[in-house]
């Protein structure tokens, strides 16, 4: 019988002193694990280094809630600010110089109180605001992020095609189509507010098409709905809320019943189809035009992809100085709430889990003392069989790391099933998950760790054993 398989009988013979050990061990060790793998991926998913833009421009007030609110969909839109200033952006503008990519967009609505919708215009995937969808460079159309290589990554259609800037048309993210589930052809109604027991969803009465679905972007571009810009403006409400805010900022004040607070939608219908709404045309080719007027139009923010350098930073100071728009770099916002709310507690977490797998090399060098104890004379036989000391140390402390190793590598397994429903929970409300598969080499270091303190806590048994003196042991009880 060799060394392997007299530890293995050992183990056998007191199973559930065993099993209980190395439960410690892999509740430790997976705990540890855990947190090593959801702080790595915090970094990539909340700390990601490049958006594809470097500036975000909106309603001046927190920063942080406006980079949520734009990239993760979380939290509420900060305010809006006037469409004039994505002019500025563009050539011949004030910010001409320093801009070299601008991208408007809206939020505020849903489809089933679920997936956010976003107003954009066609430029954001690559076809000019036009009938005819001309292709724009690749220079000049924004990515959604950025590859290690510094490449851009941009959005690519699995199926159909990108919405007529002036068509009540829809693109939408590969798990909206998923989990909706939607498909070409599909319609749907924006929603305002989530319904409850008492109050029904506000539904708005415009009816979108989807006319193209985006490959998987993993992150959550995935959750979007994406729809015309200008189609945002025809929903009644939003018109008249544009039109009293404008009223509300030149100091008029609205009248009770007045078309001033107005939020529904009269139609008119010619004789050959064409529809008057009350912010808005719809012709019998289902195209529409917008009547509201241009002045009053309010966006959420602005995506820009600068020309780097000092023009970044000139075009932050020029915004950031003024009154009531501002400038972050989205990916500076994230890294500095890593930094300061989630990397502490990180450490503090792991702190703790690496104390739980300190109690459990604790409880391998109890259990496996008793069981020395016990075992005393099986040991003297042993030695009087021809076993020396050096044999007794290699087989305690074999098996105390045995005992480490299999229930690290179930922690192992254990910590990355944890991460793989965080992911799904994150996927479910935030669109963008993690890479729960991926093994990094901390975890293997820390894997190393637990086996050689898990070896050193079989040494005081061992030692015991070691000392053991034969002959007085020998004798029958």
Same mark, same amino acid.
């Given at each position: 019988?060799?060394?392997?398989?007299?530890?293995?009988?050992?183990?056998?013979?007191?199973?559930?002193?065993?099993?209980?050990?190395?439960? =410690?061990?892999?509740?430790?060790?997976?705990?540890? #694990?855990?947190?090593?793998?959801?702080?790595?991926?915090?970094?990539?998913?909340?700390?990601?280094?490049?958006?594809?833009?470097? $500036?975000?421009?909106?309603?001046?007030?927190?920063?942080?809630?406006?980079?949520?609110?734009?990239?993760?969909?979380?939290?509420? =839109?900060?305010?809006?600010?006037?469409?004039?200033?994505?002019?500025?952006?563009?050539?011949?503008?004030?910010?001409?110089?320093?801009?070299?990519?601008?991208?408007?967009?809206?939020?505020?609505?849903?489809?089933?109180?679920?997936?956010?919708?976003?107003?954009?215009?066609?430029?954001?995937?690559?076809?000019?605001?036009?009938?005819?969808?001309?292709?724009?460079?690749?220079?000049?159309?924004?990515?959604?992020?950025?590859?290690?290589?510094?490449?851009?990554?941009?959005?690519?259609?699995?199926?159909?095609?990108?919405?007529?800037?002036?068509?009540?048309?829809?693109?939408?993210?590969?798990?909206?189509?998923?989990?909706?589930?939607?498909?070409?052809?599909?319609?749907?109604?924006?929603?305002?507010?989530?319904?409850?027991?008492?109050?029904?969803?506000?539904?708005?009465?415009?009816?979108?098409?989807?006319?193209?679905?985006?490959?998987?972007?993993?992150?959550? +571009?995935?959750?979007?709905?994406?729809?015309?810009?200008?189609?945002?403006?025809?929903?009644?409400?939003?018109?008249?809320?544009?039109?009293?805010? =404008?009223? #509300?900022?030149?100091?008029?004040?609205? $009248?009770?019943?007045?078309?001033?607070?107005?939020?529904?939608? =009269?139609?008119?219908?010619?004789?050959?189809?064409?529809?008057?709404?009350?912010?808005?045309?719809?012709?019998?080719?289902?195209?529409?035009?917008?009547?509201?007027?241009?002045?009053?139009?309010?966006?959420?923010?602005?995506?820009?992809?600068?020309?780097?350098?000092? @023009?970044?930073?000139?075009?932050?100071?020029?915004?950031?100085?003024?009154?009531?728009?501002?400038?972050?770099?989205?990916?500076?916002?994230?890294?500095?709430?890593?930094?300061?709310?989630?990397?502490?507690?990180?450490?503090?977490?792991?702190?703790?889990?690496?104390?739980?797998?300190?109690?459990?090399?604790?409880?391998?060098?109890?259990?496996?003392?008793?069981?020395? $104890?016990?075992?005393?004379?099986?040991?003297?036989?042993?030695?009087?069989?021809?076993?020396?000391?050096?044999?007794?140390?290699?087989?305690?402390?074999?098996?105390?790391?045995?005992?480490?190793?299999?229930?690290?590598?179930?922690?192992?397994?254990?910590?990355? +099933?944890?991460?793989?429903?965080?992911?799904?929970?994150?996927?479910?409300?935030?669109?963008?998950?993690?890479?729960?598969?991926?093994?990094?080499?901390?975890?293997?270091?820390?894997?190393? @760790?637990?086996?050689?303190?898990?070896?050193?806590?079989?040494?005081?048994?061992?030692?015991?054993?070691?000392?053991?003196?034969?002959?007085?042991?020998?004798?029958?009880?």
């Amino acid at each position: 019988m060799n060394i392997f398989q007299l530890v293995f009988k050992q183990m056998r013979q007191r199973a559930l002193g065993t099993w209980l050990t190395l439960l =410690s061990v892999m509740l430790g060790t997976a705990l540890a #694990l855990a947190i090593l793998v959801l702080a790595r991926e915090s970094n990539d998913f909340l700390g990601q280094r490049a958006f594809g833009y470097d $500036s975000l421009i909106g309603k001046k007030g927190s920063r942080v809630q406006l980079v949520l609110n734009t990239i993760y969909h979380l939290d509420v =839109s900060p305010g809006n600010i006037p469409f004039s200033i994505y002019g500025e952006m563009l050539k011949g503008g004030p910010y001409a110089s320093e801009v070299k990519i601008a991208v408007p967009f809206v939020v505020g609505d849903t489809v089933n109180g679920k997936f956010p919708i976003m107003g954009t215009p066609c430029t954001l995937f690559g076809v000019a605001d036009n009938k005819q969808q001309t292709p724009i460079p690749a220079d000049q159309v924004l990515g959604y992020a950025q590859n290690f290589d510094g490449t851009e990554k941009y959005f690519e259609l699995a199926q159909g095609h990108v919405f007529q800037f002036n068509k009540f048309e829809a693109v939408i993210g590969s798990d909206v189509a998923r989990l909706g589930p939607y498909r070409l052809g599909d319609t749907f109604q924006a929603t305002h507010t989530v319904g409850t027991a008492n109050t029904p969803p506000e539904v708005h009465p415009q009816i979108w098409k989807v006319v193209g679905i985006l490959k998987p972007t993993h992150t959550a +571009a995935d959750r979007t709905v994406y729809i015309p810009l200008m189609s945002f403006y025809t929903i009644a409400a939003h018109g008249a809320a544009l039109i009293a805010q =404008s009223r #509300l900022e030149n100091g008029q004040l609205p $009248s009770t019943g007045s078309q001033f607070n107005a939020s529904y939608d =009269s139609v008119k219908i010619d004789r050959d189809g064409t529809e008057h709404h009350t912010d808005y045309i719809l012709y019998p080719d289902k195209t529409f035009h917008l009547t509201i007027d241009p002045s009053v139009l309010l966006i959420s923010g602005i995506m820009v992809q600068s020309r780097g350098g000092v @023009a970044l930073q000139r075009l932050q100071y020029f915004l950031n100085n003024g009154p009531d728009v501002m400038d972050v770099n989205p990916a500076g916002e994230m890294r500095a709430l890593l930094d300061t709310f989630l990397r502490p507690s990180q450490v503090t977490l792991l702190i703790i889990a690496s104390l739980v797998s300190i109690v459990a090399a604790i409880g391998i060098l109890v259990s496996i003392y008793n069981s020395v $104890s016990a075992r005393i004379r099986e040991i003297a036989i042993l030695r009087a069989l021809g076993a020396t000391r050096r044999t007794i140390l290699t087989l305690i402390c074999l098996e105390a790391s045995l005992i480490g190793l299999f229930g690290g590598l179930i922690g192992l397994v254990l910590a990355h +099933a944890a991460c793989a429903f965080a992911s799904y929970l994150l996927n479910l409300y935030v669109g963008q998950g993690i890479d729960w598969l991926r093994v990094d080499w901390t975890e293997g270091v820390y894997l190393v @760790a637990v086996v050689i303190v898990s070896a050193l806590a079989g040494l005081v048994p061992a030692m015991k054993a070691y000392w053991t003196p034969v002959a007085n042991n020998l004798v029958a009880v």
